[in-house]
């Protein structure tokens, strides 16, 4: 195949040969008239161009560093702006996330009761002064009244249990409500988690307003109203949106960045590291998520000031501590039994149902999302918000780990049960028949013979209601009109499922310890299983069956655990997960969202096994009009205007003339609009009959006719070129590799044709039995 970077010169104007008069990579990054060079909302930015333009920058900025100190100055100060973005991107993003986790931590307390000494701390805080608080009751303290105590002066009997209940879900109701209106009324791109049009955007697309202020304003403030309200939602993954405000936001005080779009996509990339950063507490997993999981275009500048704005997040979340604990991690465990090989076996079974999870909640939330479009579901957003709150809120009341947030949920499951724990979950009995809840009798018998007792067996009926519960409620949940994470959900299911299977192995132990399984590592008396690992191990092998993260998933997992010991088993488990996903599904939930949308994404683990060519996805097809085209002169202003409007296309290929259509170069129909309006508006003497020229010499014309437009500078010289004969498969890799908007089909010179992203993406939907009118973003 052939790749022709060079342009197809006619020769009939000397000038063009000349050495001095050769003209740049890109002539139209000639900046004189404003607008030329942007971009349109809804199309894809020009890859190369960006970088062409960036790197003439910089080459014009290192020779003028030569000639004078303040040029010398200036350069120092281009070079140092980006890690000064980093560090403003990484100050303001972990400002924010510390005040949306006191907030929501605050206002999920609220719907329980509110605290005597101020109403601005939450129950944790509220009793921390209390000198009334035993340790075994620690969420009890006369400061903290629930809502009966204060409404109807009941302390207990049914009174209580009713109004509080009835209070749960009126705040609810209103947090959920004021967070769908908020997001209706002011910023409809608020809504989801953001990640699937982050991934998008990335790669190259523009969707204007989707990483505004008012979309941070909005995300923020309805985040913590969603999160509050007790959906099965995180607020982890719409961090990761909020970052990119952020940095989307702050780039538009440095010039390098605002009027670039790749350098500003590097600026998001390192963003969506501080996101996750800041969610988790995990700058290196964040750094890792960006890379495997977000990033299109990631360079190793990229890498090392993502590393940089993730830690200064990460420390400004520290500073703030909004967890109390002086920690950073979320979920501090420390787990005082090693694991054994033979755990691997249960690691394993984990992982498998993670990536079972994994691919039922895709295929159940892509169905239920693709009803909630194409039905009249849709048209009642704020209907269907109410709806899922009030059936999620009642149902999650009576049981206590789904009346709990989910981060308390799967804090308390990876939890290992010590002396003093009051936990339904360490509801063992001595082998004497004391409870654990008894301090002296445990500590006589030691917690080593753990048989289930009442209030165990209790707590793993109702977890095991709570998984039901949780996995119907998420798939629902994911898609609705509000800030909406997959994470802290996704973690949930598995720290329950992982947290039961490690009750039973914990018990199959100690009861059969004498069995040659048990026999060489689990002594009788020895606390030889662990079940907080078990559900750690669950958490991220669900999490990865969703989102189809290995590298990443491991490092978040053990950055915000702590648990650096067993990296192995979350290992196994991570990479079952994706093996048994992948094998029933290839797409993450996120790229399963993106063909939802019909975002013109090209996936780069997607790959093109078809034996086509380029003859075959090109247009014109057979039996069409031929390719739209301009010719080099001969056409005047009339002409393309006339073009302009008939046509709906983002450029036109230039060519010799209609009679020998040997291309030219490219030109962007943005830059034709804006510069035939600049002509018009200030160059003297320009009407319809204007003729239109991309030469730089000026053919003969008689004294009367009116003045040319010449519109050389912003004619692609360059464009990337294939011949009819060239397999897809290479295709589809130019485009990936290089971030293309469209590529021109050629032979011999002549112009054939020209294949868009769009096209490619159709020719891969039609080859995957999917419709190709799906790749239509609306």
Request: with cysteine.
């Amino acid at each position: 195949f052939e790749i022709t970077f060079s342009p197809f010169l006619s020769g009939r104007c000397k000038a063009e040969w000349r050495p001095n008069n050769s003209p740049k990579l890109m002539d139209l990054l000639d900046d004189t008239v404003p607008g030329i060079g942007t971009y349109e909302d809804f199309n894809t930015i020009d890859w190369v161009r960006e970088k062409s333009k960036d790197r003439d920058r910089h080459r014009e900025i290192a020779n003028k560093s030569k000639q004078s100190t303040v040029a010398l100055l200036f350069s120092i100060s281009d070079a140092f702006s980006g890690w000064l973005l980093m560090l403003l991107i990484g100050l303001m993003s972990g400002a924010l996330a510390g005040g949306i986790d006191i907030a929501a931590h605050w206002m999920t307390d609220l719907k329980e009761g509110v605290c005597l000494n101020g109403f601005w701390f939450n129950h944790e805080h509220c009793c921390w002064a209390s000198n009334e608080t035993t340790f075994q009751e620690r969420d009890k303290c006369p400061q903290w009244k629930s809502w009966a105590e204060l409404m109807v002066g009941v302390s207990e009997g049914p009174g209580l249990y009713v109004v509080n209940y009835f209070m749960y879900v009126c705040w609810a109701l209103l947090f959920a409500f004021l967070a769908v209106i908020l997001v209706r009324a002011f910023a409809p791109y608020a809504c989801g988690s953001g990640i699937p049009e982050i991934k998008t955007i990335l790669s190259g697309f523009i969707i204007r307003g989707y990483l505004g202020k008012w979309t941070l304003i909005i995300k923020t403030i309805t985040l913590v109203l969603a999160v509050s309200s007790g959906l099965s939602l995180g607020k982890e993954g719409p961090l990761v949106h909020v970052a990119c405000c952020c940095a989307n936001i702050l780039c538009h005080f440095f010039t390098k960045y605002r009027r670039n779009e790749a350098k500003k996509r590097e600026v998001l990339s390192a963003a969506s590291a501080v996101g996750v950063s800041v969610a988790f507490g995990a700058p290196i997993g964040g750094v890792l998520f960006s890379l495997e999981e977000v990033s299109y275009y990631f360079p190793l500048k990229t890498l090392w000031r993502s590393f940089f704005a993730a830690l200064v997040a990460a420390f400004t979340l520290r500073s703030i501590n909004p967890f109390g604990n002086s920690r950073l991690v979320l979920f501090y465990v420390e787990f005082h039994t090693p694991w054994h090989l033979l755990e691997l076996i249960p690691f394993v079974l984990l992982g498998i149902f993670g990536g079972l999870w994994g691919a039922f909640f895709i295929r159940a939330n892509i169905a239920w999302c693709r009803l909630r479009k194409n039905t009249s579901l849709g048209h009642y957003p704020v209907l269907e918000v109410v709806v899922v709150t009030l059936l999620t809120a009642l149902l999650a009341f009576p049981i206590e780990y789904t009346k709990m947030s989910s981060s308390e949920l799967i804090s308390e499951l990876f939890n290992d049960c010590g002396l003093l724990d009051s936990s339904k979950l360490c509801g063992y009995t001595s082998n004497s028949g004391s409870t654990s809840g008894s301090v002296n009798a445990t500590a006589a018998n030691g917690l080593g013979a753990r048989l289930a007792g009442p209030g165990l067996y209790t707590a793993m009926w109702q977890l095991a209601l709570a998984l039901v519960l949780k996995m119907v409620f998420t798939v629902v949940t994911f898609g609705m009109k509000v800030p909406s994470g997959l994470f802290i959900p996704s973690m949930a299911v598995g720290a329950i499922a992982g947290r039961l299977l490690g009750v039973c192995m914990e018990q199959l132990a100690i009861r059969h310890h004498e069995r040659d399984i048990f026999r060489g590592w689990c002594s009788p008396g020895a606390d030889c299983i662990t079940p907080g690992l078990y559900a750690m191990v669950g958490a991220a092998a669900c999490l990865g069956g969703v989102t189809r993260m290995t590298v990443s998933l491991v490092v978040i997992m053990f950055e915000l655990t702590g648990g650096l010991e067993y990296i192995v088993p979350l290992m196994a488990a991570a990479m079952t997960s994706k093996w048994v996903a992948d094998a029933l599904g290839r797409e993450s939930i996120y790229e399963a969202h993106i063909r939802l949308n019909g975002y013109p994404f090209l996936e780069a683990k997607e790959e093109f096994r078809h034996k086509t060519l380029a003859t075959d996805v090109m247009r014109p097809r057979r039996g069409d009009p031929p390719v739209s085209v301009l010719t080099e002169s001969g056409m005047t202003v009339e002409e393309v205007e006339r073009l302009i409007a008939d046509t709906t296309y983002s450029g036109f290929p230039v060519v010799i003339s209609q009679q020998s259509p040997r291309l030219v170069g490219f030109v962007l129909r943005r830059d034709l609009v804006i510069s035939l309006e600049n002509a018009r508006r200030h160059q003297e003497g320009v009407v319809s009959m204007s003729p239109i020229l991309f030469t730089e010499c000026d053919p003969p014309m008689s004294p009367s006719a009116p003045p040319a437009v010449k519109l050389r500078s912003i004619l692609d010289l360059s464009p990337f070129t294939v011949t009819v004969h060239t397999a897809m498969e290479i295709v589809v890799d130019i485009f990936r590799k290089l971030g293309l908007r469209q590529c021109l089909v050629i032979q011999n010179g002549r112009l054939l044709g020209i294949i868009t992203k769009k096209d490619i993406l159709k020719h891969m939907a039609q080859m995957a039995n999917r419709d190709p009118d799906s790749i239509l973003f609306n």
